[in-house]
């Protein structure tokens, strides 16, 4: 592999891709795109190891709370606005915009 730095890592990370395992093409842009945009994030704050084991803690949590009934990652999905966006490029609707509110409901 060589050595692997900061300027090289997410190349490296992109390059592992599929090493253990078949993956369409679709699901390689996925996860190159997801990569490159959570790198630069962790680039762009700054992210600290303990700020990392936070967001890791939040995560494990919300996953013990999920059964059938309940899925805090679909919840999570909503309140970032990530699934009304998905459901925009889904869903293309010409005309007026519609407009959301702060809460993440979408409004007429």
């Known amino acids: 592999m060589g050595i692997v730095n ?3 890592i997410t190349d490296v990370v992109i390059a592992s891709l599929g090493k253990h395992g078949d993956i369409t093409e679709r699901q390689r842009e996925i996860m190159t795109a997801l990569i490159r945009h959570l790198h630069a994030f962790c680039k762009d704050v700054n992210l600290q190891h303990g700020e990392f084991l936070e967001g890791c803690e939040y995560l494990k949590r ?4 999920c059964d059938e ?3 805090e990652f679909v ?3 909503d309140i970032l606005g990530i699934e009304v966006l998905v459901d925009m490029l889904s869903n293309p609707v010409e005309g007026p915009r519609e407009r959301v ?3 993440g409901a979408v409004l007429p």
Not at 62 to 65: D, I, R, W
């Open 75 to 77: 919840l999570l999905g």
């Open 6 to 8: 900061l300027e090289n």
């Open 69 to 71: 009934n309940r899925q």
């Open 101 to 103: 509110d702060r809460a």
């Open 62 to 65: 919300a996953g013990q709370t």
